[in-house]
């Protein structure tokens, strides 16, 4: 059964970077992409970007573009995102999640969240 | 992008009774090509992530009870519970995964009468 394991909480300064990383195992993990979705407290949930490991090819919604780098080390199984310029309304949990199927962007696996805060 | 519209955004029923939950996307995800919506329904209760429920729309996830069900095409969707627990309290959400950015429905929440 395939376990999605990310870094743990962070407390973070306005205008520096945080890197959160999401950890595969007891399944694959280079066939099927990796989203990573946020949800500020009390909120919704927001997709920020999607990698599939095999090709590294990220994509990225236009609200995150410039400022989050995704990337994905096959041979540790390992997803990174990366959010840089940090305000604090970046504050909330940041999840990782695995597409349903190689290809698929329906998110069948989650990790346990990261919760960052961003605070003078 | 794709917007994601649920309606309502808060719903009270009995247990017992029947949930019904909307959501509407802002152009179609039905890929014709492969007669497939790619809509999906997540379930999320409190200090957890979210859970997958459903998806092509109508598929439910493996191990999901099957008084949840889901429906719709092209444009507009819905979220049925036959038959409301008392575990099924929670926020439920809809996304697209048709074209990204893959969008999320804004919630609807769940409570118990």
């Known amino acids: 059964q395939l376990q999605l394991v990310q870094s743990g909480a962070e407390v973070k300064k306005p205008g520096s970077s945080v890197k959160v990383s999401c950890k595969a195992s007891?399944?694959?993990?280079?066939?099927?992409?990796i989203s990573w979705v946020r949800q500020a407290p009390g909120q919704g949930l927001e997709w920020m970007g999607g990698?599939?490991?095999?090709?590294?090819?990220?994509n990225y919604a236009q609200k995150f573009q410039g400022r989050v780098t995704l990337t994905a080390d096959e041979s540790a199984s390992t997803a990174y995102m990366d959010l840089s310029s940090l305000r604090p309304d970046d504050t909330a949990v940041y999840y990782c999640a695995r597409g349903r199927y190689s290809s698929g962007w329906d998110l069948g696996s989650w990790g346990q969240g990261t919760l960052v805060i961003v605070s003078s | 992008d794709i917007v994601m519209t649920q309606s309502p955004d808060s719903l009270a029923v009995s247990l017992g009774e029947r949930a019904t939950i909307n959501c509407k996307s802002s152009?179609?995800?039905?890929?014709?090509?492969?007669?497939?919506?790619?809509l999906a329904w997540y379930q999320q209760k409190p200090g957890q992530p979210p859970k997958l429920l459903i998806y092509?729309?109508?598929t439910r996830e493996s191990g999901v009870p099957d008084r949840f069900s889901g429906s719709g095409s092209g444009t507009d969707f819905t979220l049925t519970i036959s038959s409301l627990q008392a575990e099924d309290v929670a926020v439920y959400y809809c996304?697209?995964?048709?074209?990204?950015?893959?969008?999320f429905g804004q919630g609807t929440r769940l409570e118990i009468k």
């Open positions: 152009q179609s995800v039905l890929y014709s090509s492969k007669n497939k919506n790619y």
């Open positions: 007891g399944g694959t993990f280079s066939n099927y992409p």
């Open positions: 990698i599939p490991p095999i090709s590294g090819a990220a």
């Open positions: 996304q697209q995964y048709y074209s990204p950015p893959y969008t």
């Open positions: 092509w729309a109508s």
